[in-house]
């Protein structure tokens, strides 16, 4: 019990930098954007477009954390190769793509996505390569001893 709730925190807390990473990088691309467009900017960054964004990214990663990441952090071995910090990068950015792939794949189905919508989603998949990365490589560190020096 004591692994699990250890692994449930540190896998949470590894999430939740990849979701702040996730929103920094998005708020300065769509910063960006807006900049391109010669739209100005405190409209880009308005507190109802702001909070509708938070909301809906954390119950994205909320769901990416339950349904990938908590149950591969329960399963993969301590001791695994995938613990390493670079191959755990690799791991949860190849991962993220397969998550939003399969989003696509399923709203594709359902109703034809339009060019608009696709704009949406590969935003979406920027968001969600950057907080898979992030999160895994987070977690990594998280496992990695701690340097001893001696003064």
Known sequence: MKTFLRKLK?????????????????????GVVMLFRGEPLFE?????????????TGLSITGAWIIIFLPVDLIVRDTSKLRRPKT???TGLASAFLYVGGLMLIANSQVPLD?????VYSAFAFGAAITGTVAAYVRARMDQPKSRTVS
């Open 10 to 30: 540190l896998s949470f807390l590894a999430m939740l930098c990849g979701w702040i990473a996730c929103n920094i990088a998005m708020w300065i691309a769509y």
């Open 88 to 90: 755990a990068a690799l």
């Open 115 to 119: 060019e608009a919508a696709w704009s």
């Open 44 to 56: 880009a960054y308005r507190l109802d477009v702001t909070l509708i964004f938070l909301a809906l």
